[in-house]
Every structure is written in C-alpha cells, then in structure tokens.
C-alpha cells in the first residue's frame, strides 16, 4: 500500500470553501482522509511525509483549453512534453483541443490521444472533441459515439462555426445528449484583422479586429439557445460587452458559461506595440478597459473558468512581422502565477481563483474532481503563493518558447504536483 | 555596433530611421536643413559628394517601388556609396526563407545602410534587430513612410517658408496609408494643424486619438487649408469591398478644381505618386504648374535621402571593427 502523508499544510477546497490548517493522507491513490486532527495519534506506517509548511495544498488545477502539435505537429509540442509543462504549472487535468492533423473528429482519434496520453503523459488528458467534421463547420460530428469514446465537450477551437443553422442544429442536437458546446467566439467576417482594432493599431498600422466580432457570435448563440436548449460554453471571452452579455443571460437563466485566459487576465493591447508575435493571440489582447472587466467579471462569478490557452508555435510561424506571424501563446506553465497575481493585487480571493481552476471545470465537463474530498483521486498541487521569481523561457518545459510571460516577475507557483497519487512534479527536482 | 551606441552625432541622434515616431522636432529640423543643401547640390552639374565613399548601401525591396527605390539608389550614388538594389518578390519569400533569414544572410555581406521596404506593418522594426548597420524604413505595411513626410514636409517648408500654422488636409484613404500616419506625425510635431478626409470605410478606428480633425465631406474638409495632400487609392479597394466604385469615389473624393475652390486661394496641392489620374486626382488640377507641387516632391526626395542617409552615417562606426566584430 503507498502512502503518502501531507502535514501542515493550509488546505483549501474551493468547492466547498472549507480553508484550513491540517493534514491529508494519500492512500493508493485516493484521498483517504484529511482535516486538522488527522494524525493526532501519530503518522501512518511507511508514509512519505511531505512537510508543507503552511503552504496551500488545493486540488491539482483544471486547464479546459490546450492545444498541442500531436498528432502532426509534434515539433511544435507533444502530448508527452505538454503533459510535463502541465505538471510543472501544477495542472494535473488537461483538455486538449481538437485542432490536430488529422482533426479529432472520430471515435478513433479520440482513442488515440487517450491511449497516447495514458502511455506517454504524466497528467490527466481528456478530449475536446471536433464540433464539424474536419473542422469545416458544415457538418456535425458524431457526438453520441464520441461521448461513450471519452470526448467531454465539441469545439471547432480556434475556428468558429460561423454558420447559423450548424450551430442551431448543433446545440440542439446535443442537448438531448447533454453534451457541451464551446464555441470560439468570433465572426469570422468581421476578424479579419491581428490585434485588438483601437486607436493603437491604427497607429501601428495593423488590421483590427472588432470587439464586435466577438459579441455579434456570442449574441447570435443565445439567441439560438434560447430555441435550442443545450449547453452553451464560450472558450474564451475577451471584451467588457461580452462579459456584460453573458451577466445578462446567467441573469435570464439561459445555460451559458465562459472562460477567460490568463493571459487576458494579466496583459493588454499595449503590450503589443512593438510589434511582439508572442502577444498576437485569439481572440486579440484588448483595452485596459476590457482586461479589468474581465477580472471583475471572473470576481462576480459572470466567467466561470479560467484557461491557458496554451498553444506551442515553433520560431518558423512566430518570428515574423507581425501579420504574418501564427495567432498563440503557450500557458500551462503561467496559467497559476497568472492567476495567482489576481489574489495579490486584491482583485479576487484566493479561494474564488482557485475554483475557477478546479471544481468549476470539473463541474462544467462533468470529471467529478477539483476537490479535496475523502474517495476523490488524489490530484492535488502545493503551492507557494508568496516566492518571488523570474520566468525564463529556457527553462519552460515546452519546446515552444512562444511565451507572452518572458522575463516577468512573478509572486508563487506550483511546488510540487500529485496525479491520483503519484508524485509528477517536485520544483527543482526533475523527475 | 558598441562604438555606433557609445557615440551618436548631436546633428540626428538616431541608429535607425524607422519611422517618424520618436523623432524629436529639433530631429526633424536637422534632417530638414540638411536636405536644403542637398537641394542646391543636385542642381550642379557635379552632383557628387563623398560623404559615403566605401560604405555599402543595400536597397531591400519586397514590395515593387519605381520611385522611392530610384530615389534612394541616386541618393546613395551622390554621396558617393556603392549602392545594391535587391528586389525581393514576397512569394519567395513566403515559399521558404524567412525574412529574418534574408536579413541575416545580407548582413553577414557588411552593408553600412539598409534601405528596406515590405508590405507589412513592424517587419522593418523587426530586421533593424537583426542587423548591425543602420535599417532606413522606406515604407511598412500601413505603418510608416517616414522619408516620405520628410519630402512632404521639405517641399511645403521650401514653398510656404514653415510648416507652424499650417492647415493641411490629407485625403483619401487613410487606413491603408503609411504616407498619412508619417505625415500626420510629422505636421503635428512641427506645429502644424492636420486634417483628414475620406469615406469612413477609409478612415483606421481611432484616428481623431492622432490629433486630427477627421471629415467625410470633403468640400468642408478642405475649406480655409493650405495645403491639400492626396493619396493613392489601390484600384482593387474600389471595386465594393470599401467604397462602390471609381465613379462615385472620383465624384465625392476626386480632386477637382471645383473642391479645390474651397481651399484658400494659395493652396497647393500634393500627391505622393503614382497617381491615378481621374479616380483620386483630375488631371488639370496634376499639371497645374502654379498649384501642383507634385514634380518638386520628387526633386524633394533625392535630397531628403541624401540627408538621411548623410545623417545616419555619421553614426557609424569608422574604424575596422575587429574580425568578427560585427558578425
């Protein structure tokens, strides 16, 4: 039997809101107990002891938007190499994206990355599945069968079903199977540009993209859920009118979710002026305006989760003037400090930060995780939130160094990261 | 590239010119007067000077230009430079080296200058960090095209005897123009008052943010100006995707004699070329030899390239780098 015995750590389950002072025993994988008198009478027989020292131990974080470059793209980024970056930024979940070569839009494909994932990754990796064959956006996938294989929600991801009556049928469609419709928010006739359009791209003379872009899709997909049903998630919201938008229909009732990156969380448009491909992302980095309503919009419980968005680009499609560069940024390892700089600046509690990371994904997917809970795998993270440090692309996990986070200084990080109960990550300790 | 940091000339204190953003109006002034002198030069019958005996210019071209290559290529002959034109069809680019590739790939050669132009905003920004000599910006994207407001603002300053106060309409269409954004800020700094004219679908969201007033009837928008700058308007941007057709752009922002009137009496009138004769400009109101400025722009801009060129030289490092110096 392995055993291993976490003391003195600050426990926090966001589900639940229960924060405090004590123990958790780990047993073949399991969460066997936990809480503040826990190993009063002594530690168990041939436990590792992981002393925390007051530091929080929360469940492992839940990242529902990862793209890698496997299969057919491996240069770019593994399955393997993605699942360790993933540990590393204490993320013990990830949802990888559709947007491979070939398309995951078949029971087949989806087999495959769960099969590749289990034999070559160190976290947990579930499928986001194509939402239209070949990610063409005409013809819907079958989300039945692709449901029983594992998929856990149906995406174009970066690509957007732009028309009306695929989106009507499919959100009516997997309503009755209960299935999970994330859209990427952006019409597509209108995002035709490569940055937030503002006064600054005027000045910098690159094509925009309307803030419109978004909000016109978003708007159209409740309108057709209001008809539909099903369950409507937004991948990613950017601007202050979407958040207002989607207050509204959380208000009105309407099954609507979203999330947000971190890297919207932490930066805007000006970190574009000079021209950096590592900032041009989609949807764009937008006002300063937009960023702060996208925090309180997150505060206010209106954006339920938040996202890496990790998407590895290799130099080939980064180091190029800026039009021509790839749109993405990696995350996974960012995605924590990101969020983490929220809690220091006072705009969110830890708490709510955290279940935007956990239990609220897994709510949203339906994993039945992001808890600290007796029963529950023991996917859990011990996090520093106080050590001070600098990121440093060479020593990303990623082969992509396409980070928007270089060189910035950061307040707390992952310290070492547990997946149903096996150690994959201890900071400084390569393993 | 140690020694070019450690000692820049007071004269243009600058490596690059890469746009006309960061430029300072005592800059703007030098480069002008600088360019004064050149003026009088190329109108000798010797026209040669040494200034840039055995430096190495390079002409890097990804998008076709007649002119401005022209200009510059005579500009660098004058000052006595050895001068390279490349002209870089962007398909092959696109097909396989990037263009940090060719950048580097051309540096490795030890030019002193590079003139670069490319269709896209930021890319010259980009090679001027990856080189060791100085990068020239003759035109990116719809970003900049700072020797071009330098002639613009040479040719006014040489007719109207200053540039502070005057009332200046751009017209045409904006969005695409890196003639109106280095124009727009150059005036500005130098004291002038900026308008902008043309078709909303034409006009780059925020643009009243630059400090100009922004109009859409252009009777109005050139009423009381002094002068009035015309831009070329790609055939392809009038055939419905930004404004209907030809007929009814001419109609509206074509400039006649008619919308000429409503300027003062003394306005002139300016184009960055090629023009297009009946679409954005009439053909009287081109060759009128007592309101078109648009033959002394160009006279304008060989002379304003000799300055900048001239000007940036004196960054350069004179002595022999070690070997390897400036890998």
């Not at chain 1, 938007?65 to 990830?94: D, I, Q, Y």
């Not at chain 1, 990790?310 to 993405?328: I, L, M, T």
């Not at chain 2, 940036?312 to 490092?317: A, F, G, V």
Request: negative net charge.
């Amino acid at each position: 039997m392995s055993r291993t015995a976490f003391i003195n750590a600050r426990l926090i389950d966001p589900a639940s809101g229960f924060e405090e002072r004590g123990n958790l025993l780990v047993e073949n994988g399991i969460i066997a107990d936990l809480g503040p008198a826990l190993f009063n009478d002594g530690l168990p027989d041939g436990a590792e002891v992981v002393d925390c020292n007051g530091r929080v131990l929360a469940p492992g974080l839940i990242d529902c938007r990862v793209f890698t470059g496997e299969p057919g793209a491996e240069h770019r980024e593994t399955l393997a190499l993605a699942s360790k970056a993933a540990a590393a930024g204490g993320v013990t979940t990830m949802i990888v994206m559709p947007n491979t070569n070939p398309v995951i839009d078949d029971v087949a494909l989806v087999d495959f990355i769960e099969r590749r994932a289990r034999d070559t990754g160190v976290v947990h990796v579930h499928t986001m599945a194509a939402l239209t064959k070949g990610l063409e956006g005409r013809e819907m996938t079958e989300f039945g069968l692709l449901l029983e294989a594992g998929a856990v929600g149906f995406t174009d991801g970066v690509k957007a079903v732009a028309n009306a009556q695929v989106m009507r049928r499919a959100l009516s469609y997997a309503g009755h199977l209960g299935a999970l419709i994330v859209q990427h928010a952006e019409e597509p006739t209108l995002a035709t540009g490569v940055m937030n359009e503002s006064e600054l791209a005027g000045r910098l003379g690159l094509a925009g993209i309307p803030a419109i872009a978004e909000t016109i899709m978003i708007e159209r997909d409740l309108r057709l859920l209001e008809t539909t049903g099903g369950r409507y998630h937004v991948a990613q919201v950017s601007c202050e009118a979407s958040v207002e938008i989607i207050r509204k229909a959380k208000t009105r009732g309407l099954p609507v979710t979203c999330g947000v990156s971190a890297a919207h969380l932490q930066l805007n448009e000006n970190d574009v002026q000079s021209y950096r491909t590592f900032f041009k992302l989609s949807p764009p980095l937008r006002a300063e305006q937009d960023r702060r309503a996208l925090v309180a919009g997150l505060a206010d419980g209106t954006i339920d989760v938040i996202v890496s968005s990790h998407d590895p680009r290799d130099p080939d499609v980064k180091r190029r003037p800026f039009a021509e560069a790839d749109f993405g940024a990696i995350g996974l390892e960012t995605l924590l400090p990101a969020a983490l700089a929220l809690v220091h600046n006072g705009d969110l509690p830890l708490g709510r930060m955290l279940a935007a990371l956990t239990c609220l994904p897994s709510d949203l997917l339906g994993l039945g995780r992001g808890r600290l809970v007796t029963g529950l795998p023991a996917d859990l993270v011990l996090i520093d939130t106080e050590v001070p440090w600098r990121l440093e692309a060479a020593n990303l996990k990623s082969i992509s160094k396409n980070t928007p986070f270089e060189d910035r200084l950061f307040q707390g990080r992952a310290i070492r990261t547990m997946v149903g109960g096996r150690t994959v990550y201890v900071q400084g300790e390569e393993r | 590239m140690t020694s070019a940091d450690k000692q820049l000339s007071p004269l243009f204190p600058h490596r690059h010119l890469l746009g006309i953003e960061g430029l300072s109006p005592s800059d703007i002034t030098a480069l002008l007067d600088l360019a004064d002198t050149y003026v009088e030069q190329n109108r000798q019958v010797d026209k040669k000077g040494s200034v840039l005996r055995g430096r190495t210019q390079i002409n890097l071209f990804f998008e076709a230009s007649t002119r401005t290559q022209s200009s510059f290529e005579l500009a660098g002959k004058r000052l006595g430079a050895d001068v390279m034109n490349m002209s870089v069809s962007s398909s092959s680019v696109k097909k396989g080296e990037t263009l940090i590739d060719t950048a580097v790939t051309l540096n490795a050669m030890h030019p002193d200058l590079i003139i670069i132009r490319h269709q896209n905003s930021g890319a010259v920004e980009l090679l001027s960090q990856k080189v060791s000599c100085s990068v020239i910006n003759a035109g990116d994207g719809a970003h900049e095209h700072p020797t071009q407001a330098l002639l613009d603002a040479l040719t006014i300053r040489r007719r109207k005897g200053k540039l502070q106060g005057l009332l200046v309409a751009i017209c045409g269409d904006i969005l695409h123009s890196r003639v109106a954004r280095s124009n727009i800020l150059l005036l500005n700094a130098m004291g002038a008052r900026v308008r902008v004219v043309g078709p909303p679908t034409l006009m780059p969201s925020g643009i009243e943010r630059l400090g100009v007033e922004v109009f859409h009837d252009m009777k109005k928008g050139l009423e009381g100006v002094d002068i009035v700058m015309m831009l070329r308007l790609q055939l392809e941007r009038m055939t419905g995707s930004y404004v209907p057709s030809q007929r009814e752009y001419f109609h509206f922002y074509g400039l006649d004699y008619a919308k000429l009137a409503h300027a003062k009496p003394d306005a002139l009138v300016m184009h960055p070329g090629p023009m297009n004769r009946g679409v954005e400009i009439d053909s009287a109101v081109a060759d009128d030899i007592d309101r078109s400025l648009i033959r002394e722009q160009v006279e304008m801009g060989v002379a304003v390239r000799m300055a900048v060129l001239d000007a940036l030289s004196r960054n350069l490092p004179n002595e022999l780098p070690l070997a390897g110096g400036r890998a």
